[in-house]
């Protein structure tokens, strides 16, 4: 069965490092996104991407973070200075197409990000 | 703001009980909707996805939908102690926005 894929399964950095998540999307999903879940609280929406570009971001999304599609399958979520409270799971999701809404989103094993 | 609200719980049934779960959302004109599954640690699993009011049964697990009452649950018959996880309501609202919101999930346990 397709599945998402997600590097690493747990990263450790040091506060103010850069570091790169990694998904591989089910292929031939069209929109993808990145979640993440800090310990213990809700699953909170970070970005969506479609057609190579950013389609929707929320206001954690900020100019620390970006993402990208360097090719036609790996999707990245680059977090530029990491700080102490970026520690989190971070979840990438894809989902075919939204055709009247009805899509669902099936979401990698996630990368557990420890900021030290 | 759009939210979506759900005990947190836990919720505890004895093994081969019915397990009821429930959500609220505050977007009148939602959509779309989902229960997903997470065990701890572990990424969230779509179990059920329901469009239209009413109920929508796969298996063991019955979504319903009352979009009046901006209510939507999820039932377990003949609750398993593999069953016991968190559960994650999610809503995509209106406005042209596609992303589905999760709520904080309601812990279930099922006590053989």
């Known amino acids: 069965e397709p599945e998402v894929t997600q590097t690493p399964s747990h990263q450790v950095t040091q506060m103010g490092q850069e570091v790169i998540l990694r998904c591989v999307p089910i292929s031939n999903h069209l929109y993808f996104y990145w979640y993440r879940q800090i310990l213990g609280q809700k699953v909170e929406f970070l970005v969506s991407?479609?057609?190579?570009?950013?389609?929707?971001k929320s206001e954690i999304f900020d100019d620390q973070f970006s993402v990208e599609r360097p090719d036609g399958s790996n999707f990245t979520l680059k977090i530029r200075s990491t700080k102490l409270e970026d520690s989190a799971m971070y979840f990438c999701a894809s989902s075919t197409e939204i055709q009247d809404l009805n899509t669902e989103a099936f979401f990698g094993q996630g990368t557990r990000l420890t900021v030290v | 703001q759009k939210e979506v609200e759900q005990n947190s719980g836990p919720l505890s049934v004895p093994e081969g009980a019915i397990a009821s779960l429930n959500c609220t959302y505050s977007?009148?004109?939602?959509?779309?909707f989902f229960w997903y599954r997470q065990y701890s640690g572990k990424s969230p699993e779509l179990i059920m996805s329901?469009?239209?009011?009413g109920d929508k049964e796969d298996g063991r697990f019955t979504a319903q939908l009352n979009k009046a009452s901006q209510y939507v649950s999820l039932l377990i018959r003949d609750s398993q102690p593999s069953d016991s996880a968190t559960y994650l309501c999610?809503?995509?609202?209106?406005?042209?926005?596609?992303?589905?919101?999760f709520g904080r999930g309601t812990s279930l346990i099922v006590h053989p």
């Open positions: 991407f479609y057609n190579n570009e950013i389609s929707e």
């Open positions: 329901i469009y239209s009011n």
């Open positions: 977007d009148r004109g939602s959509q779309s």
């Open positions: 999610a809503v995509v609202a209106s406005g042209g926005s596609y992303i589905p919101t």
